[in-house]
């Protein structure tokens, strides 16, 4: 009876996998940018142009290259969120304080319609 050959090792345990997280490592340190266009036209009138840009790098290599769109993006950024929330609730007092004060100035025409009906009943009724 034949033995069946050997095949070699698709994983070698001679540290393929330390080679490998060497160069992640060296990717993520150094960063990588994958760049590409895709245009689709007929009779030369373009249909469609998608722009496709891929950055691998660490967050530290990124900071360096003034990439930090994560750090605004409510998202995906706890302070980011607080920002926003703080703006729209500025936003919102300012916009009771000028209806307030548009109330204040006048009186009268900030009444609903059923009170000033009311009132002027109470003033034909004497």
Known sequence: ???PARFPDAYPSDGGGANLAD????VLDKGIVIAGDIRINLLDIELLTIKL?????????AKEMGIDWWEDD???STGARR???????????????AMESARAAEPEAAEPEAVAAKKQ?????E
Not at 121 to 125: E, G, N, Q, S
């Open 121 to 125: 009943r109470a003033v034909t009724d």
């Open 74 to 76: 409510p998202a995906l």
């Open 1 to 3: 009876m034949a033995t």
């Open 83 to 97: 920002r926003e929330l703080a703006r729209e609730n500025d936003e919102l007092k300012a916009r009771i304080a």
């Open 23 to 26: 160069i992640l490592e060296r």
């Open 53 to 61: 840009r891929l950055i691998v790098a660490s967050i530290d290599k």
